[in-house]
């Protein structure tokens, strides 16, 4: 099993401390979970937080510990999002072109369009979501059921989410299938490591995949400005949130930055999460004979717990702005940090015998959806009704489902991704 190799550097930032260059590597991505997750757990039996250089004189500061994760993700004065989230960090030009997204912002900036957004998840909207999902994950197993595809990830994790933000945002039927398409493009290479041609090519086509859907939706909030609907879209380009009417709205491209992330973290969080959650209980039966024997009475944990253990998104940057002491290591300001999320949901600390998939964990305060503070996943509620319905539909029909072997990993550093997984029916003998 191949480990980081440690190494000693002056960083500037203070003493020597360790180096584990391969984090930054993507061949680390690409070796099994289980090479990856012992890392881990080397590095958080470490005193202090390890630098992990970038080459050309970059690096970040890991911080892999539930602990250190969860106080980073609730000093945002101290640990900023801004310049970006991801790794590497989105170009100005992009963002000047673009837009920043919401994980991108801090202070005011967030909170006034999170007050957007939030206000415009009004009760009934959330109501009729709710009741939507229980709707699709039943005509989406009715589907397999009729026509027995063998690829899960096209066939059923990724159409609850998109089909669900789709109806939520008011996404008209035509537009879907090229909207599912450019979610793929934008995605399909984020942290992941390409040849040189692919880096020359692929980079503006995932652009061109963004500025086509955020086009799209632009053309729908304009419509939808002249003439709302009951849906997402009306509610953000119709906002007032101080009582000057209109001046509060989100504009064009807001409202496209805001889709885009919701496409391809709402959709793309989901999907992985749900297909893990088949591998999970297929490779666990008896935690899914549990849930199987009591639905109602385990769903919840067995929710959490497919996240926690899945962690579908393994980490995000954070730019130190002002000096302070986090896990015995001085920060100061223009630091790099790197909450790595996978880490943090096997800490020892926290959630005893980690590896092991557990669907009766209580407590389970995972960090699945970040670590508290102001950028807590806004789609959390609804990404846990959306499993749980559609596990229900899988496991409770008479035709029960089972992965068939290993998931084909994408072999992110950003996300746990998963590219394809086989699935079979369990029919019953006889």
């Known amino acids: 099993m191949k480990v980081p190799v440690q190494r000693y550097a002056d960083t500037g930032s203070g003493p020597a401390v360790a180096e584990y260059g391969e984090l930054a590597d993507p061949a680390f991505w690409q070796q099994p979970p289980a090479a990856r997750l012992a890392a881990f757990a080397r590095l958080r039996a470490l005193e202090s937080p390890v630098y992990v250089p970038e080459g050309k004189g970059r690096g970040h500061w890991a911080l892999v510990r539930h602990a250190d994760v969860q106080e980073a993700s609730r000093l945002p004065k101290v640990f900023a999002s801004a310049p970006g989230v991801t790794t590497p960090e989105p170009a100005r030009w992009v963002r000047a072109l673009f837009g920043d997204s919401m994980v991108n912002l801090d202070g005011a900036d967030h909170a006034q369009l999170r007050k957007i ?5 009004t009760p009934r909207l959330l109501a009729a979501a709710e009741q939507d999902i229980h709707a699709v994950a039943a005509r989406i197993v009715d ?131 749900i297909t893990h959650g088949l591998t999970l209980l297929t490779d666990h039966p008896d935690q899914r004979d549990l849930l199987l024997g009591d639905f109602e009475a385990y769903a919840d944990g067995a929710v959490d717990e497919m996240i926690r253990h899945s962690t579908p998104i393994i980490q995000f940057r954070r730019t130190v702005a002002a000096e302070h002491t986090l896990g015995g290591h001085l920060f100061r300001p223009g630091d790099k940090v790197v909450l790595y999320y996978a880490s943090a949901n096997r800490d ?83």
């Not at 305060?365 to 789609?379: A, D, N, S, V």
């Open 117 to 121: 957004v939030q206000r415009a998840f």
């Open 143 to 273: 589907d397999v059921l009729e026509h027995e595809p063998d690829e899960f990830v096209s066939a059923v994790s990724s159409r609850l989410p998109l089909e669900v933000i789709c109806n939520m945002m008011g996404i008209p039927e035509r537009y879907r299938a090229e909207i599912a398409d450019r979610v793929n493009h934008a995605s399909e290479n984020i942290g992941v490591e390409r040849g040189l041609a692919s880096r020359l090519r692929m980079p503006g086509r995932g652009l061109r995949a963004l500025a086509r859907m955020q086009r799209m939706v632009a053309g729908i909030g304009r419509e939808r400005r002249k003439n709302p609907t009951d849906d997402l879209i009306s509610a953000l380009v119709t906002a007032n949130v101080n009582g000057a009417a209109g001046d509060q709205a989100l504009n064009a491209r807001q409202l496209g930055a805001f889709f885009s992330l919701l496409m391809v973290a709402g959709v793309e969080t989901t999907r992985n999460a």
């Open 348 to 430: 020892e600390a926290v959630f005893p015998d980690p590896d092991a998939f557990d669907i009766t964990r209580s407590p389970n305060p995972h960090l699945g959806f970040g670590g508290g503070g102001p950028h807590f996943c806004l789609g959390a509620h609804l990404a846990r009704v959306e499993m749980k319905a559609l596990f229900r539909e899988l496991l409770t029909r008479p035709v029960g489902l089972r992965a068939v072997g290993l998931p084909d990993l994408a072999g992110s550093n950003f996300d746990n991704r998963v590219r394809s997984l086989r699935f079979a029916f369990e029919r019953p003998s006889g």
